[in-house]
């Protein structure tokens, strides 16, 4: 069974910058597609940003410019980074892997984001 482990979550100033990481237990080349979700409280899932297995990337509006989605594959790892924080960036991040028709999500990392 696919396991997926978020890490990197934390408090962090408004203006400043994390990474998360997505670590999978077997080998990202073999999913078609991975991504990043968020969610705060009280709002639905808002999908934040994708990498195909082809390394093409993309991002939510509210995200392109200060996040980039990246991939380490001998690691079987992949990363968000976050600069340029704002208060609505505050949520839980999810990690999502696609691969055959199943959807794989770990457990979330929190992100609070502070004056």
């Known amino acids: 069974q696919v396991q997926l482990r978020e890490s990197g979550g934390g408090l962090v100033q408004a203006g400043g910058s994390l990474r998360l990481s997505c670590a999978a237990s077997?080998?990202?080349?073999?999913?078609?597609?991975m991504d990043w979700y968020r969610q705060a409280p009280g709002l639905r899932r808002e999908w934040v940003a994708t990498?195909?297995?082809?390394?093409?990337?993309d991002y939510a509006d509210s995200v392109r410019g200060r996040f980039t989605i990246s991939r380490d594959n001998a690691k079987n790892t992949v990363y968000l980074q976050m600069n340029s924080l704002k208060f609505e960036d505050a949520a839980d991040y999810y990690c999502?892997?696609?691969?055959?028709?199943?959807?794989?999500w770990g457990r979330g990392t929190q992100v609070t984001v502070s004056s």
């Open positions: 077997e080998s990202i080349a073999s999913f078609e597609s």
């Open positions: 990498i195909k297995s082809n390394g093409v990337t």
């Open positions: 999502n892997a696609l691969r055959d028709y199943m959807y794989y």
